[in-house]
């Protein structure tokens, strides 16, 4: 069974400053990771993915985040918000088998929402 | 850019009555999924479609759940006799790869159940 949880549902951050949003994952195998974003009325978009590769993986809009297997953990971040940031963000797990194969049911967190306050 | 569309973005019914839910994935995209989530509940799986069939469903998607490829570019979700409980948002994906990282989703469809 696979599972993902971020650990925020609301993180509010000024203009300027870093932003982080956590998220923990439990997974029988090495599973892909993901972060997608939402802005208001659009559909989800990938920011960034792991798949095995780099544990510091690099995304769209300064976004970076780390797989640390150790903790299990692959928290988003970003050194410096802009207000555009503001948005809902998804932290989803792929299903993989024992191969590493991914396949394309994913397994979503429950959201955080994330504020920029100018 | 290509995107994945949804109509309608809110869509009303009454208990017992029937709703179809649409989708216009990608055009070159092979692979067709329906998500949900129920307001302050994650974003959960129900069905992935491939090749005219169902690939994989949760066990959310049981006998009164259905989806169709009509045509060359419509994907659609339907619920025979609606629930209260079926309230929620309801997302459409595709992708051109089982093994694909990325799927493409669409805006979303919010369903009520009066």
């Known amino acids: 069974a696979q599972s993902v949880t971020q650990l925020d549902s609301h993180v509010s951050v000024s203009e300027g400053t870093p932003v982080l949003l956590r998220c923990n994952y439990s997974s029988s195998y090495s599973p892909s990771l993901f972060w997608y974003v939402q802005h208001p009325n659009k559909g989800l978009q990938l920011l960034l993915k792991y798949t095995s590769a780099a544990t510091l993986v690099k995304g769209i809009n300064g976004f970076e985040a780390e797989f640390k297997k150790s903790e299990t953990s692959f928290h988003l971040t970003k050194p410096s918000a802009h207000m555009s940031d503001a948005a809902e963000y998804f932290c989803?797990?792929?299903?993989?088998?024992?191969?590493?194969?991914?396949?394309?049911?994913?397994?979503f967190g429950q959201g955080t929402i994330l504020t920029v306050h100018p | 850019e290509p995107e994945v569309t949804q109509t309608p973005s809110h869509q009303v019914t009454q208990m017992g009555q029937e709703v179809i839910l649409r989708c216009v994935p990608i055009s070159n995209h092979l692979y067709f999924y329906w998500y949900r989530q129920i307001l302050g509940q994650k974003v959960e799986f129900l069905v992935s479609f491939y090749n005219n069939e169902i690939s994989e469903k949760s066990e959310i998607f049981d006998d009164q759940f259905s989806v169709e490829r009509p045509d060359g570019s419509n994907f659609t979700l339907k619920i025979r006799s609606t629930k209260l409980e079926d309230s929620a948002m309801y997302f459409c994906?595709?992708?051109?790869?089982?093994?694909?990282?990325?799927?493409?989703f669409g805006p979303g469809t919010r369903l009520t159940v009066t």
């Open positions: 994906a595709s992708n051109n790869d089982e093994n694909s990282y990325e799927q493409y």
């Open positions: 989803v797990a792929s299903k993989a088998n024992a191969g590493g194969t991914s396949y394309g049911k994913l397994t």
